[in-house]
Structures are given as C-alpha cells and as structure tokens.
C-alpha cells in the first residue's frame, strides 16, 4: 500500500475552515484516499474516501489533486468538537484490503 | 453505517490471566479485524477474523497469545493470554462493508493490566 505523510498538528479557529493536506505520491491508480478521525478515547470514525474526483458529504470535502499525489480534508466550519487526530490512508478496493493506520495529524480547534 | 458492540469496553486484569473481548456487528460484513493501540500510538492490524477458519495474523503477533474466533458473519472474538504489563492498550474491533467499501470501528476495549 502507498505511504501517506500528514502534518503532525495542526490549529484552526473555531467557525474557520479546517483544511489538513496529506501527500501520497506513490499512489496507485487503484488505491483510494480515505480518510478518519479518532476523538479522544473512542473508535475511529470514518469521514470520507475517494478515488480521484472531488467527494463532498455531510462532514467533510475531499480534493485531491488531478494527479492524484496530494488531497486535501476541508471542515468547513470546524467546530470544538472536530478536535481530533485526523488519519489519512490510501487503500486499494479489491476485497481483501485493510486500513493500515500511520501517525496521523492532531487538529486542534480553539475557541 | 455498520454498529459495531464490543465488549467489555474496559477492564483490569491480573499478570499471567487470559482475557475475551467479543464483538458484535449488526449487520452482515464480509471483513472483521482486530486492532490494537497501544498508549499514544497509532492503531496496529493484528489480525483479520476469518469466519470458520483461522485468523490471519499480521508479523509481529501470533496466535497463541491473540487467539480469534469468527463463528458467524457478524460475531468474533479475540483473546489476550497470558496478559504481562505490555498488553495494556485499547483493542479495537473493525468490520468492513463491502457493499460501501468503508471499514467501521467498534469504541474498543481499554485493557489494563497489572
């Protein structure tokens, strides 16, 4: 599976948009971009994947860059509550896949 | 989304004693995977839950110390034997839907030994 390498932390204004980059330059044409986030002292909780068009549901954006190196996780309005550490993995679909999990980027909202 | 139950979500446990952590899914997943994190670390694969066959274990664990079970399409277990001091960590439980492609997570199991 291609590497991923995040930003270890990260600010945002409470209200402000949270953008967390992620590069994955060794990415293979059939590898997804997922992304998760674990709150403290819970289970990590899915946000959002994509293969290579821009993905939008009710948390989050996903950009990734049309050579797909590079991708981008928008809050759009982070909240105290999206203080988290926020995982980027690339995967590929076939069945049998797992996440494997790096060190991730600690998003800090603040009031 | 998939639900995914664990229990117990924590405990304490004595040195040298075993330790099953079930997990529960409620709907029917074509993957199950047991995780570990240990304190302030990222979430490591321990293993993928096979049903009705044994698990498949990834380097670093083996099973005699993580035994696993997978009855069913939406029931395992994993086993902590022989706990030492080192095994204290969060185990978590993960299933995956196939028809979505996304992987879900349980809440874990804090695992504290002394």
């Known amino acids: 599976d291609a590497k991923t390498t995040q930003p270890p932390s990260m600010d945002c204004a409470e209200g402000r948009a949270a953008n967390l980059p992620c590069n994955h330059s060794t990415i293979s044409g059939n590898e997804y971009v997922y992304w998760y986030r674990q709150i403290h002292s819970q289970g990590p909780q899915y946000i959002i994947h994509?293969?290579?068009n821009n993905e939008t549901n009710e948390m989050a954006s996903l950009i990734i860059t049309e050579d797909r190196k590079s991708s981008t996780l928008i809050l759009p309005h982070a909240t105290l509550r999206d203080t988290a550490v926020y995982y980027c993995i690339v995967r590929p679909a076939e069945y049998g896949n797992k996440l494997v999990f790096g060190a991730g980027t600690i998003l800090r909202v603040k009031s | 989304s998939a639900v995914i139950s664990q229990k117990p979500s924590r405990d304490i446990c004595q040195r040298g004693t075993s330790l099953t952590i079930q997990c529960q899914v409620d709907s029917q997943v074509t993957m199950m995977f047991w995780y570990r994190q240990q304190p302030g670390q990222s979430l490591t694969l321990i293993a993928t839950?096979?049903?009705?066959?044994?698990?498949?274990?990834e380097s670093g664990f083996v099973i005699d110390k993580f035994p696993i079970s997978r009855p069913n399409l939406t029931f395992s277990t994993l086993t902590v034997s022989n706990m030492s001091p080192e095994d204290s960590s969060i185990y978590l439980c993960?299933?995956?839907?196939?028809?979505?492609?996304?992987?879900?997570f349980g809440a874990g199991t804090r695992l504290s030994v002394l």
């Open positions: 994509g293969l290579k």
């Open positions: 993960s299933a995956k839907d196939l028809a979505k492609n996304i992987q879900y």
């Open positions: 839950a096979n049903q009705g066959s044994e698990a498949t274990y």
